[in-house]
């Protein structure tokens, strides 16, 4: 993409002329250096959510299981014992 492709496409979006956003100076962002997606340290990038679910679940139902019995249950919003 050439400087004044990027320039009239966010002067579309934005609704601004092409010399404003020309005088903003937009720029292509991009990697520095070259991604590896299956690296340990920079990837993945993809966040599988029935995992996290599971595991938030998991982690949830650990701390409840530490709870002395007799201990009600805490309201979400509150952080108060529910009524009752």
Do not use: H
């Not at 579309?12 to 340990?40: C, H, M, Q, Y």
């Not at 990837?43 to 409840?64: I, K, S, T």
């Amino acid at each position: 993409m050439r400087q004044a492709d990027l320039n009239r496409a966010v002067a579309l979006a934005t609704g601004e002329s092409i010399s404003t956003i020309k005088r903003l100076g937009f720029l292509l962002d991009g990697p520095l250096d070259d991604v590896d997606p299956d690296s340990d340290v920079l990837g993945p990038y993809v966040l599988d959510w029935d995992l996290a679910e599971a595991a938030r679940r998991e982690n949830e139902a650990a701390f409840q299981d530490d709870e002395p019995a007799g201990t009600p249950p805490l309201d979400r919003e509150t952080a108060a014992p529910c009524p009752a």
